[in-house]
């Protein structure tokens, strides 16, 4: 089971976010993982996020989220598991369709966020009934989503998997995942929600974690856990 932590503390080695751009690479197939397990999630201070797209807004200590499009990375972070912890205020004033022209309302996690082309998003959808949804993105030699676009999406289908509770303004939650080998678990709440394996290309990635959201507003508080300090660190372009 993923484990939370409680005190409000900076995991150390993330750094703060100089102009919003956040760059890493994914290590090569061919390369084994050398990185121990994922330890004790801790919340990762406002400061030290990386925000690729949103403002950062205050709300006693968490990112207070309005506007349509939110993404944001954590430096320094084992891309194995991480939680998002919020409160849920409703729909954002503005939609904004995503690049596939789909307008969706969403929020989740980024795991081995590699860049913007090579990663593994948990998203919690509302539409067009609550569901937890893994997928991959995957594009090898591409960096941003000017080289790849929406191309390299697939979606990971579930061994086990269960809808997430209607979200209600005023409601809070926690939206938690975690890879062990090859299974993802996805929990919210505590409880057991989405299960799956990933596949080849998946294992093969490396980077921190992080969040996104689309056309949805909350407070939300990023839990990560500290990379293994053996493991090579990734130069992230934009984050000391």
Known sequence: MIRTGVLAVTVVALAACK????DERARPAAAARTTSPPGQ???????ALCLTRG????????????EPTMRA??????????ALRFVFDGD??????LASGQVRRQLGLK??????????????????????????KINPGDRDHGDCGTRGYTKVNPVRSEAPPALAPGATHTLAAEIIGDELTARVDDRVVWRGRLDAAAGALT????????????DVELLV???DPASPRLAIPGCD
């Open 19 to 22: 102009n919003g751009r956040a």
């Open 41 to 47: 999630l801790m919340p990762v201070a406002l400061a």
């Open 55 to 66: 403002a950062r807004a205050d709300a006693g200590g968490r990112l207070h989220v309005t």
């Open 73 to 82: 990375v954590a430096p320094g972070s084992h891309g194995d598991a991480a």
């Open 92 to 97: 954002s004033a503005e939609r904004v369709a």
């Open 111 to 136: 795991l081995r966020a590699a860049d913007g082309c090579n990663l593994i998003y948990v998203m919690w959808r509302l539409d067009p009934t609550p569901a937890i949804e893994v997928s991959t």
């Open 207 to 218: 980077g921190p974690a992080g969040m996104r959201s689309d056309n949805l507003g909350f």
């Open 225 to 227: 856990a500290a990379a």
